[in-house]
């Protein structure tokens, strides 16, 4: 497959864009040509200067266009040249080490070519891991996650270590992409989506018997499903997806996949920032009262801890028809995260059952007071008590009291309730209107009129 650095002739007008330290090129209809340059983590935009003739216009972006695809026909004796993605207002391909998205209208505003290459070709060994995490990495009953921003090397750091699995410790690597841009070493087998599917493409892997399978660019709901289905098949799997930090790369499986699955799916994450780990994460799985909790209300926890310290961060699980991700260290606004959690998914349910804002006063962890109007305490608590019954099982057996918004102690806010007012004082102040006027006036008026007949 593709090779870093090496691709078929281009157009002189392209390799003249495509300098030393240029990552990407982006040419758009009536727009002076600007390229993405510098290292990992320290791109920069920057317009081309002497490039902006004038005669970037439409004609001329297409006609370019037509020359690239035409470069991939003359080279399909190579297998790193092949028209990726052919759809109305769209291309893909690949040449070599580039791959070049091709838009025009009506599914882009203008037609526009963007070139993108590798900035960097690098070894497991350039990354200089704890020998513990290239361990952990080299294990197949473990799935992976590498996650960072655009551009910041997570591609980069999939291709290290599939490549350190396939030469260094002789396991069967696959890759699954779209579009296959990943640049490995030949016998590793890049597959794309069969028939437009990727779903069809984990079914043929499994016939393949790879011991790892290299993900790329998990994105879309479906793709998170898809991983965690090759995971449970027991094929050591590292996916590759875009998030700002670990946590939030596992925050992103959540609701794809049953919270007892999720440690088994994926128990160690990889932040990557300007071409470095940053953070590593791994995922357990425990039973115990969650913290700040008490111990009869132990459940099944996810602990993310940090590696290789094994300082616990967060804690998972489920909390009423929730998952939880709740730091286990601070306070938010003195306020300890199970209360602050408690809290909110309490006037949340309460606003949804009955219509109006409440207010919640915790005594301890495992108690709370909920003060709302006095006419809605009967509804609230429901026939028997089942539904402050219901309350206090979704919310993992915290006791609930509910008073009045007249009982609430001094200090605690009044909740506002914009849209609600009490229906039956209303009608009883205007069903007594009459008390307020002078008594007999009304009789009065009607014998008067009466007399005048």
């Known amino acids: 497959m593709a090779k870093h650095g090496d691709h078929p002739e281009l157009p002189e007008v392209v390799e003249n864009l495509l300098a030393k330290d240029v990552h990407t090129v982006f040419l758009k209809a009536d727009c002076p040509p600007r390229v993405k340059k510098g290292t990992i983590g320290e791109l920069k935009l920057v317009e081309v200067e002497g490039q902006d003739d004038g005669n970037w216009d439409t004609i001329r972006i297409e006609a370019l266009q037509e020359e690239l695809v035409e470069l991939v026909n003359s080279n399909n004796h190579r297998s790193d040249c092949f028209l990726e993605i052919n759809r109305k207002g769209c291309q893909v391909v690949q040449l070599g080490d580039l791959r070049i998205a091709c838009a025009w209208p009506p599914f882009a505003d203008a037609r526009e070519i963007t070139i993108v290459r590798p900035v960097a070709k690098l070894k497991i060994s350039d990354y200089q891991l704890d020998p513990r995490l290239i361990e952990r990495l080299s294990n197949h009953h473990r799935g992976v996650f590498i996650c960072g921003r655009p551009g910041s090397g997570k591609t980069t750091l999939a291709q290290a270590i599939a490549e350190y699995l396939d030469s260094d410790l002789g396991f069967m690597v696959k890759t699954m992409e779209s579009p296959r841009d990943l640049q490995l070493a030949s016998r590793i087998t890049q597959y794309a989506p069969l028939e437009g599917d990727l779903e069809k493409t984990a079914e043929i892997i499994f016939l393949v018997r790879p011991d790892f399978v290299i993900f790329d660019e998990v994105r879309r709901a479906r793709d998170f499903e898809i991983f965690a289905d090759v995971r449970l098949a027991g094929v050591g799997l590292l996916g590759v997806t875009h998030a700002n ?5 596992i925050q992103r499986l959540i609701g794809k996949v049953e919270l007892g699955l999720v440690s088994q799916v994926l ?11 940053q953070q590593v994460l791994e995922l357990r799985m ?8 008490q111990e009869e209300l132990a459940r099944p926890v996810i602990e993310v801890v940090e590696f290789p310290s094994g300082k616990i961060t967060h804690e998972m699980f489920a909390f009423g028809s929730e998952i939880a991700v709740v730091p286990v260290d601070g306070t938010s606004g003195g306020i300890s995260p199970i209360r602050s959690l408690a809290k909110t998914a309490l006037i949340r349910k309460i ?3 009955v219509g109006v804002e409440s207010q919640i006063q915790f005594l301890s962890d495992s108690s709370a007071n909920i003060y709302v109007p006095s006419n809605m305490i009967s509804t609230l608590v429901g026939r028997g008590g089942d539904n402050i019954r219901q309350l206090q099982d979704d919310l993992g057996g915290i006791a609930l009291s509910v008073k009045s918004l007249e009982e609430m102690p001094e ?4 909740p506002r309730n914009p849209y609600w007012y009490d229906q039956q004082d209303s009608r009883s102040k205007t069903g007594r209107a009459w008390e307020h006027q002078p008594r007999g006036s009304r009789g009065r008026g009607k014998k008067g009129r009466k007399g005048r007949r």
């Open 245 to 249: 930090s670990a946590l939030e790369a």
């Open 267 to 277: 128990d160690t994450i990889l932040h990557v920032e300007a071409g470095k780990i």
């Open 286 to 293: 425990t039973v115990k009262a969650p913290s700040g909790m």
């Open 351 to 353: 606003r949804e059952w």
């Open 411 to 414: 200090g605690m806010e009044n």
